[in-house]
């Protein structure tokens, strides 16, 4: 972890002229993410440089692994950075406005996770007409179906006919217009 963050500090410190293509896709760097879901100080440089380099198109192309970063074993204070800031990023930086699912960290008596699975589910409640972007839906599909078990106030059945509505609505191309693709 020391090496990838020392490569981290360098690469920084170099112009972005410099840089080799995969770096600033942002895919490398995002592998260091991942790889530092359980030391502050990597994750947090690699959200850093990430920032510098943060546009619509390579929120697309590493959003597949940003849910992986989430997904893996980590601190939550690292999920809950990555996650802020991917849909802080989604806001600057693309089309769609996600202000709406931000999660709510200071509400009870739900923790941070069971509040956010709520509010994903309050948001695949809508009809399949709300402009989102693919990868948005994918994520929000993939966190409440591994977590709405978390939930008392949501019935196993209404989670279910939420995903099953989207995800027929992903594979029917019905947001073919709202892709990241200009």
Not at 8 to 32: D, Q, R
Not at 153 to 171: F, G, H, N, P, R
Request: hydrophobic share 45%.
């Amino acid at each position: 972890m020391l090496l990838m963050y020392l490569g981290l500090l360098g690469l920084e410190a170099l112009p972005t002229s410099a840089w080799k293509e995969a770096w600033l896709t942002g895919t490398e760097i995002t592998n260091a993410l991942i790889a530092g879901v359980n030391d502050t100080t990597l994750a947090f440089k690699a959200l850093d440089i990430l920032e510098s380099l943060a546009d619509q198109d390579m929120l697309y192309r590493i959003s597949t692994k940003i849910q992986h970063a989430l997904g893996n074993r980590g601190q939550q204070l690292i999920h809950q950075r990555i996650a802020y800031w991917f849909l802080d990023s989604l806001d600057v930086h693309s089309d769609i406005n996600t202000h709406y699912i931000h999660v709510k960290i200071n509400t009870e008596p739900f923790t941070l996770l069971e509040q956010g699975v709520l509010d994903l589910v309050a948001i695949l409640k809508r009809t399949t007409s709300t402009p989102f972007a693919v990868c948005l839906v994918q994520l929000a599909c993939e966190i409440v179906g591994e977590y709405s078990y978390l939930l008392d106030s949501v019935t196993d059945i209404t989670v279910m006919e939420c995903l099953y509505k989207w995800i027929e609505a992903i594979q029917g191309n019905l947001y073919f217009l709202f892709s990241w693709h200009k």
